[in-house]
């Protein structure tokens, strides 16, 4: 076995903080990206933009950004104090970077795949009596299916890259907040190149299975 | 029902304002004349600047009194032109889609789904994919789910237009089966008079989004007006028909009108007695002052001229054979006749000028 049991603990960790930070962002990412896609409401481009932001901004400001809203000092991250919630520098604030570095792609992704519903479908099941609720889970998200696996695979992979604001956030903490990324970073600062490239070839896998079958499911899912 | 809206559209504002009590009633023009859009602003699938829809007393939009059901409640079953059928469920999930809101609604008379599914012949098709089924079945399925939701009325979007579906599968047939079995109201769009003569009772003319002319179709697609509108449309008759015996040797099948004038049209393996339409344009019939003799053509009918009407050097001439023909001539045809109302005439027609509808 080639494994050490650091690298299993890492592997792991990583990989469930990902999913449970894809499982977090699905709802929201599936109900904006229908907002997005099927109305109009105030302040809808400029929504879209903030939710866009983390895409393009340097990923390490989006963590400044996220520490100063979760640090003790904020309000936010003051009250959640009191309760007994502390985000920084433990695995929730991993999840929480992962959280929003992500959510552009999953909404980006769903809402195109919604958009490609074809509207008059909607409409025609209105006619028959469908309310909109009904209309959603049995017309529209069915067929947008597809674009939606894929975006929540593409989220969880870009969840899985994710440094910047995972180092700012969560810190770099063997056992408690390192992830596959933050490890590799780790080894190869203190010279430790094998166990470098060890989870270089897990995360290279990991990246290809989870990019291929998104891409997979995009190409076979336009046929629909 | 009572119809008024006013929709601001890209190229031209839709205005419509009338009432008319029909069964089936056809909104006839060109494409691009506002007629989805008007079908859409009836269902409640686009907004209505100005206006009002009533159906059998029952308002469904008044600017004026801030009302504006929505489609889930407007009780208007939509077979759009290409059907829309759900292409993730089976036939029988697309058939049952509606009939929930149908069960409990009972405004209209039963209608069993048993009953639909065979008066459409789509009985078979209940368990396959929707991709898996052919044009003309995809439109008679979504015929089975609009009127499985037991609507009030139902519109129809050019259900003749898709250009895929082959002669034998025409839902021709079928739309006149539904208007003789379920006595749904309908609203029917087409561009193509043959249909309106088959089907409806009343026609609306619509051009550029107004209203030109409406009225019962013999009468309505005859004013001058309407036969502007009529320049490149194919102009054609339409006659109800029995049977009387066909021969496939002779290439012809004799069959009776309902005046009990007979006409060769070309050979058809339906049984003697059964009912059928048959359509001959009226580019395609000749006029003789003269009963012809040593010509190929099967039909020679006499009769009377009934009117002409003129427009752009053609001429438009009724003329009483039994039935009501219309022939269309150049204004030189008419003059060289000497063709007036009251002349006796013949008309000539080849066997292979009918064609069955």
């Not at chain 2, 012809?292 to 002409?308: D, Q």
Request: glycine share 8%.
């Amino acid at each position: 076995m080639i494994f050490s049991p650091e690298t299993w603990q890492i592997t792991i960790f990583s990989l469930a903080v990902g999913v449970a930070s894809t499982l977090l962002i699905l709802p929201f990412g599936i109900v904006l990206a229908w907002l997005f896609a099927r109305k109009e409401w105030p302040l809808k481009s400029a929504i879209e933009t903030v939710v866009l932001l983390p895409l393009v901004m340097p990923p390490v400001s989006t963590g400044l950004v996220l520490l100063k809203i979760f640090g003790r000092r904020s309000p936010l991250g003051q009250w959640l104090y009191e309760r007994g919630i502390e985000i920084v520098f433990n695995w929730k604030g991993v999840l929480i970077a992962m959280s929003v570095m992500s959510f552009p792609l999953l909404v980006r992704s769903v809402r195109t795949s919604f958009t490609e519903v074809n509207l008059r479908l909607e409409q025609i099941a209105a006619t028959l009596g469908a309310s909109p609720l009904r209309i959603f889970f049995v017309v529209t998200i069915p067929l947008a299916y597809k674009g939606i696996v894929a975006g929540a695979l593409l989220a969880f992979s870009r969840a899985l890259g994710e440094f910047g604001a995972t180092i700012l956030l969560a810190g770099n903490i063997p056992g408690q907040t390192q992830t596959l990324s933050l490890a590799i970073y780790n080894f190869v600062q203190l010279g430790k190149d094998p166990e470098a490239y060890v989870l270089l070839g897990i995360t290279v896998a990991l990246a290809f299975m989870f990019v291929w079958s998104s891409e997979w499911l995009l190409r076979t899912g336009k046929k629909l | 029902m009572r119809l008024r809206c006013h929709i601001p559209l890209a190229n031209f504002d839709l205005d419509i304002d009338t009432s008319f009590e029909s069964r089936i009633t056809a909104f006839f023009g060109p494409s691009g004349s506002g007629k989805t859009t008007l079908l859409d602003a009836i269902a409640g699938l686009r907004a209505i600047a100005d206006g009002e829809i009533e159906i059998g007393g029952r308002t469904l939009f008044s600017s004026a009194r801030k009302i504006n059901l929505p489609p889930q409640q407007r009780g208007i079953g939509y077979v759009p032109q290409e059907g829309a059928l759900f292409p993730h469920l089976s036939v029988r999930k697309n058939i049952l889609f509606g009939a929930e809101r149908g069960a409990d609604a009972g405004n209209s008379k039963r209608i069993g789904v048993n009953y639909v599914l065979d008066v459409l012949e789509i009985t078979h098709l209940l368990s396959r994919p929707v991709t898996k089924i052919s044009g003309g079945e995809a439109q008679r399925v979504a015929l089975a789910r609009a009127i499985l939701s037991r609507p009030q009325l139902l519109l129809l979007d050019e259900p003749l237009a898709a250009l895929d579906i082959g002669l034998k599968e025409r839902i021709l047939p079928y739309l006149a089966r539904v208007r003789d079995e379920f006595s749904i109201p309908m609203i029917y769009v087409t561009h193509n008079v043959t249909e309106v003569l088959t089907l409806a009772d009343w026609v609306l003319m619509i051009r550029q989004g107004k209203l030109i002319t409406q009225g019962v179709p013999k009468e309505a697609l005859r004013s001058v007006s309407a036969i502007s509108q009529l320049a490149d449309e194919q102009l054609e008759n339409v006659l109800t028909a029995t049977f009387i015996e066909s021969s496939l040797e002779a290439g012809r099948s004799r069959v009776r009108l309902g005046s009990g004038v007979e006409l060769f049209v070309p050979y058809s393996s339906r049984p003697n007695d059964s009912l059928c339409q048959f359509g001959v344009s009226a580019d395609d019939i000749l006029i003789a002052t003269q009963r012809p003799a040593g010509i190929s053509a099967a039909n020679v009918l006499p009769g009377i001229v009934g009117g002409i009407e003129r427009f752009n050097g053609e001429a438009l001439l009724t003329v009483q054979a039994g039935d009501e023909f219309v022939v269309r001539l150049t204004s030189s045809a008419v003059a060289r006749l000497e063709l007036k109302e009251k002349l006796p005439v013949f008309l000539i027609i080849k066997t292979r000028s009918f064609r069955l509808l």
